[in-house]
């Protein structure tokens, strides 16, 4: 079992970048592969970024790919999302997840693959 709590969200203006954190609980967080996602209103929870385990594959949505980057620090049990030249479309609530298996290219993208996942933080970007 792991908890998860994401932070770093906020109001920022287009051209911005913003780093937000998601600290796990337990001591077995280096055995779960991460991923973020959001949601913006009406629309579906959709990948953002993920990462394996040992952190050597990363993985990211053609929409941030070049602006957003995935990493992790398993000494803090912390998954970072590093987000820079943020636009208006980047809007949304943000969530990591956690899943304590060895993931595919594919079921990295899925949220249902994913057992465990935080409260969300709100990314608001003005234009």
């Known amino acids: 079992q792991v908890q998860l709590v994401e932070s770093g969200g906020g109001l920022v203006q287009a051209g911005d970048s913003l780093r937000l954190s998601c600290a796990a609980s337990?001591?077995?967080?280096?055995?779960?592969?991460m991923g973020w996602f959001r949601q913006a209103p009406g629309k579906e929870r959709e990948f953002v970024a993920g990462i394996s385990q040992s952190g050597d594959e990363t993985d990211s949505a053609d929409s941030v790919k070049g602006r957003f980057i995935i990493s992790r620090d398993n000494a803090k049990n912390t998954v970072y999302l590093q987000m820079a030249t943020l636009k208006p479309e980047d809007t949304a609530v943000y969530y990591c997840?956690?899943?304590?298996?060895?993931?595919?290219?594919?079921?990295?993208?899925?949220?249902?693959?994913?057992?465990?996942w935080g409260q969300g933080t709100q990314v608001t970007v003005s234009s």
């Open positions: 997840a956690a899943v304590p298996q060895f993931l595919t290219s594919a079921t990295r993208r899925a949220p249902g693959t994913y057992n465990f």
């Open positions: 337990g001591r077995t967080f280096s055995s779960y592969a």
